[in-house]
């Protein structure tokens, strides 16, 4: 592919709606932002530059055009001690560091990984995220009053009534700009983006993090910057399958790892905290009419500009105005056909789903959520395997031969069943194990294997295996000893 057909494909194929989407999500990453750097306990400035910062850099390097990655909730939480303990200097050098561990993962290709997240995992990641963003806007919908729940309501008839006049807009960026405009000349006591912190005056500066350079330093930044980088990754790989989903096209997610990497990795070095893709932003992106690069970059580029030069103004923006936005994302995000499928999905996919939104609205750890509903995807998909197992016999006519034929799968679920499925009691002359129908899938299968060929010639017993295939064949001469020296001796051991 040429560049001006990259260039043309990637960031210029939808220039108007890109743009005006980006200044949309531009709007709703500034409370966001703040919040984040509240959660963590450093300056609003450390979050909105990671915003501008991240979204810019993401849009040059990234696998998955029209993803917003910015700071998010999930890193703010996650290096709250390190900064308690050690200040914010430490934060920006964990942060560097996190960008080098997320670059050498896309480098070692665990993107692979992604194959191993059930469709069950990710809608219940979508759920989840959903309710969180709702329960997120619930500090703005409490202990208010009635003006807040009036403002409210009109910037979502705004959203969802806007479209049926025309699209060319996007309706939550003329839901705030209206009620913006209301809240200010008609002066409605409510929340403003200002009543959430200080917005920053001056341009993100580059500096080396004030951290002495030991290995001292690296024993305290490692772990935060570990954990950080795997979390960070685990979200924006989630957030790009769901954009995929989203928009019906593929992406490159070795790339967006690599992205990742870099992003962070730039930011530690202008004040910056560490971020991840942002599946509220990239809803609100898509939803607007957002599509390519290009959208990316004005979010972040809008959101310096908004911040710095448009300061005084944002500041007036009325918090009801985001939280219609956001509650627009959470009803979109959320997969209400899931609720349908309940009844008609395998129950075990339904538990997987449920267990996985259950553990991230309980710990607000959309991480913890996603590791439990793949080990229990795991479990069930072994407990499946298992039971698609079997071994029939049948003797010969003069009673001195039995042949045993196993089919099926035998790995470390089902390798118990497979040793009990032999009468090593039973006098015969021979026994055949016949493998035609079977696969060995690891070495607790071939120890099985072990045991049972070994038991039998203990009884003075024959023992013939047929039908292996290749694949079982291979791991079965690398890892069984039955028919190396010493056998007997190994099943002793055992």
Known sequence: MTFATSLRREWLSNSRADVLAGIVVALALIPEAIGFSIIAGVDP???????????????????????????????????????????????????????????????????LLMQYVSRSVITGFVNALAILIFIAQLPQLTNVGWETYAMVAAGLAIIYLFPRLTKAIPSPLVAIVILTIVSIYAGIKVNTVGDMGKLPSSLPAFGIPQVPFTLETLRIIFPYSLTMAAVGLLESMMTAQIVDDLTDTPSNKRREMKGQGIANFLTGFFGGMGGCAMIGQSVINVKSGGSTRLSTFVSGAFLLFLIVVLGPL????????????????????????????????????????????LVVVSTHDLAQGVVAGVILSG????SKVKRLFDVAT??????????????????FASSERFADAFDFKEVLDNV???LTAAHFWDISAVGSLDKAILKFRREGTHVEVIGLNQASATMIDRFAVHDKPGAEAALGAH
């Not at 923006?317 to 009844?343: E, H, Q, R, Y």
């Not at 049948?394 to 790995?411: N, P």
């Open 379 to 382: 479990l069930f998909f072994a």
């Open 45 to 111: 400035s450390v979050g909105l530059f990671a915003s501008f910062s991240i979204a810019v850099i993401i849009s040059l390097v990234g696998g998955r055009p029209g993803m917003i990655s910015a700071a998010t909730a999930a890193i703010a939480v996650l290096v709250l001690p390190l900064i308690r303990d050690h200040g914010d200097q430490y934060l920006f050098a964990a942060t560097i560091l996190m960008g080098l561990i997320q670059g050498v993962a896309g480098f070692l290709k665990l993107d």
């Open 394 to 411: 049948e003797l010969s006519a003069d009673g001195r031969t039995r042949t045993y034929r196993v089919s099926g799968q035998v790995f």
């Open 432 to 434: 055949v194990i016949d």
């Open 314 to 357: 944002v500041a007036r923006i009325p918090m009801p105005a985001l939280v219609a936005v956001m509650i627009m994302v959470s009803i979109g995000t959320f997969s209400w056909g899931s609720i349908k499928n309940l009844k008609s999905h395998p129950w075990q996919s339904s538990v997987v789903m449920l267990v996985t939104v």
